[in-house]
């Protein structure tokens, strides 16, 4: 199945409480990303017309069709910031760099564009609320499989981490007539995500490399954070919630799990941490150089590595009042279908399935 304005992942039906509640008009950054292209077709579905910040007008990705405005510029243009959020109600912000060749280059993409991004909305749009979309990478991993919430110390294990810990930091900036509030998400898979993807194409190939050890993950379907961004629009101002599935999975459970509902066998492969950091290392090489998407870097083999990605959600779910989240067998199953859909994935032989 796929997904547009008039038939979006997230039906408007789902979250009308919390659009009329929305104030307009809503701003959107990273809206033709994974997360971000989502979130805009449930705002059009629902008869918005959100604003939208677009490098390239011509190549919107996703969201191609959507009635829109769009605003060229980056998080690095002040002066298109000032134009997207001019009297806005909403600032929804997901925009920001996952992938760098250097802690400058993630700080200039995370902490710098948020900072430009606050700038903005000070000047041109001082009640506006702005929800930060963060990443459990700020927190940074658990001591334990249970997770942390969001009151535990940060303490992130990759130049990722802490430029969006540092990005967070910038919205302190806005003062007391500002609402804001912060979701930090975990590993995101659904429709159009090209890293969890990762797992799925090794399933499909029948083997899947992990680390070795055993490690414990918090993951979330698309669908669920676009709920939760929503709800944080209309949540209390200074909140930090952390999303996810309230129970967290054995990375080898998930992995059996995610080919189940792909109808596919696979394998774990365990791998030793000396090999993972050696090709993130060989990985960071191929980026100076210009390879891009790279599924393994320096900074990303740290995250790999840390034994717990686990976040404890249970409070933060119940205070943004989001209930019923999808049940990780059946949003695994929607996702298979979409990229099989879209070739991505090859349908399993009758000798897999």
Known sequence: MDYSPTHPLVPPADVAAWIEALPRPVAVTGGTGFVGSHLVETLCAAGLEPRVLVRDPESPRWIADA??????????????????????????HLAGVVRAGSAADFDRGNRAGTANLVRAIRETAPEAWLVHVSSLAAAGPSPAPAGIGPEAEP????????????????????????PWSIVRPPAIYGPRDTDVFEFF???SRGLVALPRGERWLTIAWVGDVVRSILAAAAGESGGLYHLGDPEPMRLEELVRKLAEAGGVKARVLQVPAALVSGLGTVGSGLQRLGFSRLALTRDKSRELLARHWTARTEDSLAALGVSGGTDFADGAHRTWAWYREQGWLTRPSHRDS
């Open 201 to 203: 194409r090794m399933a």
């Open 67 to 92: 009635p829109v405005r769009w605003v060229p510029g980056s998080l690095g243009d002040v002066a298109a910031l000032k134009q997207l959020v001019d009297g806005a109600g909403a600032v929804l």
């Open 155 to 178: 303490a992130p294990v990759s130049h990722y981490g802490r430029s969006k810990l540092d990005a967070e930091h910038e919205l302190r900036a806005l003062g007391k007539g500002t």
